[in-house]
């Protein structure tokens, strides 16, 4: 995530796009600017321009919501089922969600596979959540595993977040199987040697070779361990260590990719970053994801320095950065059992809640706000007999868009119109 859930590939190539037009400085520079149209008045989290990342930073930002106990605006929910084609898959962002999609609409995986998990956590959304998964399906490659766009190649991200997607609605990703693979089949492909890169996974380069790569570890961590965007604290595990098997488990392959995330964090308690040729410096979001990953794998003290870090300089980034980056530490803050309200002086969840429509209330410890939380549960409820998923539970890993953004989804039960 470094806002994950795009693929590094996606990521780099809406940067080239704005420095193409704006510069390097522009393509650098994170602050927010306005976007063209009404889209903030909508319902949509942020005010920075949602051509790349609107699907993915509105489901992360409805995600840490629910997770933190909000309940979310039902304009913030309608905007995000608005964006979603009648194929089922989601593009970044459609400024026009009354325009069907057609063959010029991109849609991808990440954005599709991010929307299914928020769609889920908010309830009352059945069959955009089934149609948004059958469209998954149907673009599987052969491997077992996704790209970013239908019929790229596999990659570790992108498999990452739909088998979190899966897992989330109780899908056994085992069993969704193209060509005889599984997308853990795929997923371990990734897994690169001990002994050469310290139980990384890789990230295809330029040739198509596997380099071993922060963000595509951190998000195969949770993809090993079958999670996605949100997660809490695994069980407390030893030191973790890279297995030298030449075919890795499951579980051996989150070890090695914790491993090697515990290394690279080891020195300073963060990962760096470097754009455009630029100086290195530190990397917010993918560490923010890195975090998410050491605890689900070996328990919260395993991401106790990096947290830290966090706490004490992430403030910042975020602000600068929009509701993405808020919803990163707040899933960092949940997968470790930290306070997002009091993370390093910051009420992250308000913070983030200031970024787009007032929520409609908060859980039921609020007694203020119970009945909106009841309702909330009771259309959850409903969703889960409706549906025939059943219960879900919740995930973490999508992309980077800019430094550090990237690890680099209307109570409507129909099909969504696009």
Not at 45 to 63: E, F, H
Request: net charge negative.
């Amino acid at each position: 995530m470094n806002v994950r859930r795009r693929s590094s590939a996606a990521a780099l190539a809406a940067i080239a796009v704005i420095g193409a037009a704006a510069g390097p400085a522009a393509a650098a520079d994170p602050s927010p600017s306005k976007p063209t149209g009404t889209a903030a008045e909508s319902g949509l989290y942020g005010s920075a321009d949602p051509q790349y990342d609107g699907v993915w930073r509105q489901s992360l930002a409805l995600l840490a919501q629910d997770t933190a106990g909000v309940v979310p605006s039902s304009q913030a929910v309608k905007w995000l089922t608005d964006q979603q084609c009648d194929s089922g898959a989601f593009a970044p962002f459609r400024p026009d969600p009354a325009k069907a999609c057609d063959a010029k609409t991109t849609v991808d995986t990440n954005s599709t596979a991010a929307a299914v998990q928020a769609l889920w956590a908010v309830g009352g959304h059945g069959d955009a959540v089934k149609d948004a998964l059958d469209w998954l399906k149907s673009v599987q490659n052969e491997d077992g595993g996704w790209g970013y766009t239908p019929g790229s190649p596999s990659e570790a991200n992108s498999t990452s977040v739909v088998i979190g997607a899966l897992t989330a609605t109780e899908t056994d990703p085992e069993t969704v199987r193209k060509g005889g693979k599984s997308p853990y089949d795929a997923l371990l492909a990734a897994a690169l040697p001990c002994a050469k890169d310290g139980g990384a996974f890789g990230y295809p380069d330029q040739d198509g070779k596997l380099v071993a790569n922060a963000d595509a570890t951190a998000a195969g961590v949770l993809g090993a361990l079958g999670t996605g965007l949100v997660t809490e604290a695994g069980e407390k595990t030893a030191a973790a260590t890279c297995a030298t098997a030449d075919k890795p488990t499951r579980e051996q392959a989150a070890a090695g990719g914790a491993a090697y995330l515990a290394d690279a964090l080891a020195k300073d308690g963060h990962l760096t970053s470097a754009l455009g040729g630029s100086a290195e410096q530190p990397d917010y979001g993918n560490t923010a994801d890195a975090v998410v990953a050491l605890a689900a794998q070996g328990g919260a003290d395993k991401a106790a320095k990096p947290l830290a870090w966090l706490e004490k300089n992430a403030a910042k980034w975020a602000k600068e950065s929009g509701p993405a980056a808020y919803a990163q530490l707040i899933l960092a803050a949940h997968a470790t059992g930290a306070d997002p309200r009091a993370f390093g002086g910051t009420d992250l969840v308000a913070e983030l809640n200031a970024t787009g429509p007032a929520p409609r209330g908060m859980a039921a410890k609020d007694t203020a706000s119970a009945s909106n939380d009841d309702d909330t549960k009771d259309e959850k409820d409903q969703e889960k007999d409706e549906s025939g998923f059943g219960v879900w539970w919740f995930v973490g890993v999508c992309l980077v868009f800019g430094i550090g953004i990237g690890f680099l989804l209307s109570g409507r039960n129909k099909k969504r119109q696009p």
